[in-house]
T-cell receptor, first 114, second 111 residues
Framework: DAGVIQSPRHEVTEMGQEVTLRCKPI?????LFWYRQTMMRGLELLIY????????DSGMPEDRFSAKMPNASFSTLKIQPSEPRDSAVYFC????????????FGEGSRLTVL | DQQVKQNSPSLSVQEGRISILNCDYT??????FLWYKKYPAEGPTFLIS?????DKNEDGRFTVFLNKSAKHLSLHIVPSQPGDSAVYFC??????????FGTGTSLTVIP
């Protein structure tokens, strides 16, 4: 178990509110990924970091989405303002450099925007 | 546009029989392929992988087959067990660090 803690596990909010999802890797890693799961598109990559530096954010759907990684043990994904179409499960995943490519996922944050 | 496609949203199989899950990809630069398994309310967990230099990789009851010319891979589970009931995601990566996932196939193994 590589250990990725995500919070909150469930979030219900109203349209227009700010949402902050958190990810805490508790084991060593070089890469951190944020994915969004929907029925229509499966697991979509939103953004990934290498050694805390954002490398590719082309998957971030709009300027309403932003992500930060202030240190190796913490990352946030923020949606402001939130919209109903943002409702999905958001996963954080980590990977170590040089390994075979396996990603270790957290349990996800289920977001519902009313 | 989806670069990795799983065209079967669901599959039901009798316990003890073979489960075959399929996946197609469009990018010929992909050189590493993985299958992940996901139970409800949990994150996906790694199941098995295959490099593009191989056409088959086996791990216990799980075998992944890769057909590069057809840009197709499949996961075989034999014999299927009720505990295998889950959503299975196919994923692919190329020279970068991005992993492209399919939409998933929900497998139900009927006791």
């Amino acid at each position: 178990d590589a250990g990725v803690i995500q919070s909150p596990r469930h979030e219900v909010t109203e349209m227009g509110q700010e949402v902050t999802l958190r990810c805490k890797p508790i084991s060593g890693h070089d890469y951190l990924f944020w994915y969004r799961q929907t029925m229509m598109r499966g697991l979509e990559l939103l953004i990934y970091f290498n050694n805390n530096v954002p490398i590719d954010d082309s998957g971030m759907p709009e300027d309403r989405f932003s992500a930060k990684m202030p240190n190796a043990s913490f990352s946030t994904l923020k949606i402001q303002p939130s919209e109903p179409r943002d409702s999905a499960v958001y996963f954080c995943a980590i990977r170590r450099e040089g390994e075979t490519g396996e990603l270790f996922f957290g349990e996800g944050s289920r977001l519902t925007v009313l | 546009d989806q670069q990795v496609k799983q065209n079967s949203p669901s599959l039901s199989v009798q316990e003890g029989r073979i489960s075959i899950l399929n996946c197609d990809y469009t990018n010929s630069m992909f050189d590493y392929f993985l299958w992940y398994k996901k139970y409800p309310a949990e994150g996906p967990t790694f199941l098995i992988s295959i490099s593009s230099i191989k056409d088959k990789n086996e791990d216990g009851r799980f075998t992944v087959f890769l057909n590069k010319s057809a840009k197709h891979l499949s996961l075989h589970i034999v014999p299927s067990q009720p505990g295998d009931s889950a959503v299975y995601f196919c994923a692919a990566s190329g020279s970068g660090n991005q992993f492209y996932f399919g939409t998933g196939t929900s497998l139900t193994v009927i006791p």
